[in-house]
């Protein structure tokens, strides 16, 4: 009987038998962080490095391309680094690792400039100066976009466009990485992964050094703003590889997203509520303010909270935003991309306010890392949504999502370079026999199509916005019976594999949630209202491990590895 804790890999498999590739610098994801790993490695490690990224699907299928809001860093003299640490440290809620939010902010704004030189636009005013954008949590207006809204798109491209331009990275798009493969050691040793291409099939990439950049699991909830392909692959191959995955309780949930009946949930940025849009029920009655004295510009968790109290209170099924306050010609030309989804839908904002309602939007936690992207597996690293660093506490700053990717990203790209150089580059590559004897299975299946659709559906209902102890225990069950007859399947498609690692992040996620009797940041439980000073530290989710290891929060400069 197979549990979640059973299945090393999801395949079977005889590596020296499979088509093999070989790089020195394996980058798996091309969002924000996986690009700046890969350009890190690139530039400083000359010409002779061969670094390969890979995409699950393409660029505009990344979190990073669908990023509206924009980009939070100290790029204008009113504002300054110590006032930025303030405001990520304030919204992580006790939790943010303060060497971390140091890193962050400092190291930004010259990354901002780089890509600016690279040929990022940005907005500016008339004068040619940077035009920024205020947010929920931030002290200042210090959020720098494209196009109002279209800032990810921007960064997207001009990061593939360096990426491509330079002549030692190889781009691999429409690559699944089913698994990274370790070799046996204490702890064991991460020398590439596993993939399936459409058209090529299985394949091996041995990588002296691993940057998993993956991304995200909103496709583990019902509710989500994430692209379909985010479904919490790169958590789920680092946790069968062995990695420690950090704080998995806090997952963001943005207040805003459109509510049209069997439609997405498409995002309406938080700079909207930054500009001055107001948050009002059914009845127009504008509630933010009975909430929190921030009223819409609070951070995300409270309002999102706020918002599923006042719909209880009028028995309706979501909140309006109201863009009239800050006059709709303001509204058409700062937000452009919203204006034309709102029109596509026929929603006339001049007219009457959008329909809005929360839906998950970002993992805090994730694998947990040092400030070089190090996890605790050798020629492993990580950065960007897929790793936890410390930075974001239990509940990330608006804005601070690209501005992690790019600092934290380099940082791992730079630090893989270590794991390349130990080897030397390019020189003793071979073909490890590695094998994954996985026997076919003669237990009955499950509909793969019904087992994503509930277990989404379960962790809307009892793990996202408001917990519970009884129900988290419950859905706890849940996993452990679909993991008996979907864990034990081998299955030769991405959809297969994709419920296989919703299954293994949704149940670390609901772990972790029934562990922190407390509430903290987007991590909210009835049962637990408050914080509690013996839950002021990171919980570690190791395979094989029955309970949840700790370490203290670093709030002092001195940060170590992992």
């Given at each position: 009987?197979?549990?979640?804790?059973?299945?090393?890999?999801?395949?079977?498999?005889?590596?020296?038998l499979?088509?093999?590739?070989?790089c020195d610098?394996?980058v798996?994801?091309?969002?924000?962080?996986g690009?700046?790993?890969?350009?890190a490695?690139?530039?400083?490690?000359g010409?002779a490095?061969?670094?390969?990224?890979?995409?699950?699907?393409?660029?505009?299928?990344?979190?990073?391309?669908?990023?509206q809001?924009?980009i939070?860093a100290?790029?204008d003299?009113?504002d300054?680094?110590?006032?930025?640490?303030a405001?990520?440290?304030?919204?992580?809620?006790?939790?943010?690792?303060?060497?971390?939010?140091?890193?962050?902010?400092?190291?930004?704004p010259?990354?901002?400039?780089?890509?600016?030189?690279?040929?990022l636009?940005l907005?500016r005013?008339?004068?040619g100066?940077?035009?920024?954008g205020?947010e929920?949590?931030?002290?200042?207006?210090?959020i720098?976009?494209?196009?109002?809204?279209?800032?990810?798109?921007?960064?997207?491209h001009?990061?593939?466009?360096?990426?491509?331009a330079?002549?030692?990275?190889?781009?691999?798009?429409?690559?699944?990485i089913?698994?990274l493969?370790?070799v046996?050691s204490?702890?064991?040793?991460v020398?590439?992964?596993i993939?399936?291409?459409?058209?090529?099939?299985?394949q091996?990439?041995?990588?002296?050094?691993?940057?998993?950049?993956?991304?995200?699991?909103?496709?583990?909830?019902?509710?989500s703003?994430n692209?379909?392909?985010?479904?919490g692959?790169?958590?789920?191959?680092?946790?069968?590889?062995g990695?420690?995955?950090?704080?998995?309780?806090?997952?963001q949930f943005?207040?805003t997203?459109?509510?049209?009946a069997?439609a997405?949930?498409?995002?309406i940025?938080e700079?909207?509520r930054?500009?001055?849009?107001?948050?009002?029920d059914?009845?127009?009655?504008?509630?933010m303010?009975?909430?929190?004295?921030?009223?819409?510009l609070?951070?995300?968790?409270?309002?999102?909270?706020?918002?599923l109290?006042?719909?209880?209170?009028?028995?309706?099924?979501?909140?309006?935003?109201?863009?009239r306050p800050?006059?709709?010609?303001t509204?058409?030309?700062?937000?452009?991309?919203?204006?034309?989804?709102?029109?596509?839908f026929?929603?006339?904002?001049?007219?009457s306010?959008i329909?809005v309602?929360?839906?998950?939007?970002?993992?805090v936690?994730?694998?947990?890392?040092?400030?070089?992207?190090?996890t605790?597996?050798?020629g492993?690293?990580?950065a960007?949504?897929a790793?936890a660093?410390?930075?974001?506490g239990?509940?990330?700053?608006?804005?601070?999502?690209?501005?992690e990717g790019l600092?934290?990203g380099?940082?791992a790209g730079?630090?893989?370079?270590?794991?390349?150089?130990?080897?030397?580059?390019?020189?003793g590559?071979?073909?490890?026999?590695i094998?994954?004897?996985?026997?076919?299975?003669d237990?009955?299946?499950l509909?793969?199509?019904?087992?994503?659709?509930?277990?989404?559906?379960v962790m809307?209902?009892h793990?996202s916005?408001e917990?519970?102890?009884?129900h988290?225990?419950?859905?706890?069950?849940?996993?452990?019976f679909?993991?008996?007859?979907?864990l034990?399947?081998?299955f030769?498609?991405a959809?297969?594999?994709?419920?296989?690692?919703?299954l293994?992040?949704?149940?670390?996620?609901?772990?972790s949630a029934?562990?922190?009797?407390e509430?903290?940041?987007?991590?909210?439980?009835?049962?637990?209202?408050t914080?509690?000073?013996?839950f002021?530290?990171?919980?570690l989710?190791?395979?094989?491990?029955?309970?949840?290891?700790?370490r203290?929060?670093?709030?002092?400069?001195?940060a170590?590895?992992?």
């Amino acid at each position: 009987m197979l549990s979640l804790e059973d299945r090393r890999y999801l395949i079977p498999f005889r590596a020296t038998l499979l088509p093999q590739i070989f790089c020195d610098v394996l980058v798996v994801g091309e969002g924000a962080a996986g690009c700046s790993a890969a350009l890190a490695a690139s530039q400083q490690g000359g010409d002779a490095l061969d670094i390969i990224v890979t995409g699950k699907g393409k660029a505009p299928d990344t979190n990073t391309y669908w990023a509206q809001g924009g980009i939070a860093a100290v790029l204008d003299e009113a504002d300054s680094l110590e006032e930025h640490i303030a405001d990520t440290l304030t919204a992580g809620a006790g939790l943010c690792d303060e060497p971390a939010v140091r890193k962050a902010v400092a190291e930004g704004p010259d990354l901002m400039r780089r890509l600016i030189d690279n040929g990022l636009r940005l907005d500016r005013d008339a004068d040619g100066s940077l035009k920024f954008g205020k947010e929920g949590g931030h002290s200042q207006a210090r959020i720098v976009h494209t196009d109002g809204d279209a800032t990810g798109k921007s960064l997207s491209h001009s990061l593939i466009n360096q990426v491509d331009a330079a002549p030692n990275i190889r781009r691999f798009e429409q690559c699944f990485i089913l698994d990274l493969i370790t070799v046996e050691s204490s702890p064991p040793r991460v020398v590439g992964a596993i993939t399936h291409h459409p058209k090529y099939g299985l394949q091996v990439i041995w990588a002296h050094a691993t940057v998993l950049a993956a991304g995200g699991c909103g496709q583990v909830y019902r509710e989500s703003t994430n692209p379909k392909l985010a479904t919490g692959d790169g958590l789920a191959m680092a946790y069968r590889a062995g990695a420690q995955l950090m704080d998995m309780a806090f997952v963001q949930f943005h207040p805003t997203t459109l509510y049209v009946a069997g439609a997405s949930r498409s995002l309406i940025t938080e700079a909207v509520r930054g500009e001055g849009a107001h948050l009002v029920d059914r009845d127009g009655y504008r509630f933010m303010p009975d909430y929190d004295d921030r009223a819409e510009l609070a951070p995300r968790d409270i309002v999102s909270r706020s918002i599923l109290h006042q719909m209880a209170k009028t028995g309706h099924s979501h909140v309006f935003l109201d863009v009239r306050p800050l006059g709709i010609d303001t509204f058409n030309q700062r937000f452009p991309g919203i204006a034309k989804l709102l029109h596509n839908f026929d929603i006339d904002p001049a007219k009457s306010p959008i329909p809005v309602h929360p839906s998950a939007h970002y993992m805090v936690g994730g694998i947990a890392t040092d400030l070089d992207g190090r996890t605790n597996l050798p020629g492993l690293y990580a950065a960007g949504e897929a790793a936890a660093t410390g930075l974001h506490g239990a509940n990330r700053l608006a804005s601070n999502s690209l501005l992690e990717g790019l600092v934290f990203g380099d940082a791992a790209g730079r630090a893989a370079l270590e794991a390349v150089e130990a080897n030397g580059n390019g020189s003793g590559r071979r073909a490890l026999k590695i094998i994954s004897d996985i026997r076919p299975s003669d237990r009955s299946e499950l509909d793969l199509g019904d087992v994503r659709s509930s277990l989404r559906s379960v962790m809307w209902r009892h793990v996202s916005i408001e917990r519970e102890g009884t129900h988290l225990a419950e859905v706890q069950e849940m996993f452990a019976f679909w993991a008996r007859y979907t864990l034990d399947k081998i299955f030769d498609e991405a959809p297969g594999w994709e419920v296989q690692n919703l299954l293994t992040v949704g149940s670390l996620i609901t772990r972790s949630a029934n562990w922190r009797q407390e509430s903290r940041g987007t991590h909210f439980r009835l049962d637990h209202p408050t914080p509690r000073d013996e839950f002021h530290l990171h919980d570690l989710i190791t395979r094989g491990q029955a309970e949840p290891s700790t370490r203290p929060v670093l709030d002092t400069v001195s940060a170590g590895s992992v």
